[in-house]
T-cell receptor, first 112, second 118 residues
């Protein structure tokens, strides 16, 4: 059974800092790994999706990497802004994406 | 509408009562998923609908939980004889069908229904 762990559970940084969020998974036979953002009282917004054949994906200030052999993914956020404050969840998919196993998330606070 | 719509946004009920939660997916999306999210935790998969295929109910926690979907449109999640441990946010997501096993599939989420069982 796939298990996904995110560390740390919470992170607070000053504005402008670069930061890394970590995600680890136990079953490396994944198809995809997705990173999502969740704002309070809202649903999830997909940020980046990395297919198993890929090593990383980039979108603006976000870069996600995937190392299947070690069971790890990282989300790098450059030049953080207060608007980046949210909970970030990763999800590992061993079948179709909607049946992914989700981590508990990292709650990020970026202080002005 | 442009996005996935869920109603009600909040529901407070008494233990033992039945509740119905509604999800309107994005038009044209054939896949629809229901999840439960307990406070401070990730999402638990509940049930998956894909077109006219039999739903994947493997995530439903007990027989008190059921869901229906009319064709490729609205879905309702029903919880019978609610218990306090059912208190959570229930999220719905829809997507276009994945063309093959493991195909990239972007999920679009609703804002969820916050269920509180007293």
């Amino acid at each position: 059974k796939q298990e996904v762990t995110q560390i740390p559970a919470a992170l607070s940084v000053p504005e402008g800092e670069n930061l890394v969020l970590n995600c680890s998974f136990t079953d490396s036979a994944i198809y995809n790994l997705q990173w999502f953002r969740q704002d309070p009282g809202k649903g999830l917004t997909s940020l980046l999706l990395i297919q198993s054949s890929q090593r990383e994906q980039t979108s603006g200030r976000l870069n996600a990497s995937l190392d299947k052999s070690s069971g790890r993914s990282t989300l790098y956020i450059a030049a953080s802004q207060p608007g980046d404050s949210a909970t970030y969840l990763c999800a590992a998919s061993n079948t179709n994406a909607g049946k992914s196993t989700f981590g508990d998330g990292t709650t990020l606070t970026v202080k002005p | 509408g442009a996005g996935v719509s869920q109603s009600p946004s909040n529901k407070v009920t008494e233990k033992g009562k039945d509740v119905e939660l509604r999800c309107d997916p994005i038009s044209g999306h054939t896949a629809l998923y229901w999840y439960r999210q307990r406070l401070g935790q990730g999402l638990e998969f509940l049930i998956y609908f894909q077109g006219n295929s039999a739903p994947d109910k493997s995530g439903l926690p007990s027989d008190r939980f059921s869901a229906e979907r009319t064709g490729e449109s609205v879905s309702t999640l029903t919880i019978q004889r609610t218990q306090q441990e059912d208190s959570a946010v229930y999220l719905c997501a829809s997507s276009l069908v994945a063309l093959y096993q493991g195909a990239p599939e972007k999920l679009f989420f609703g804002s969820g229904t916050q269920l509180s069982v007293l």
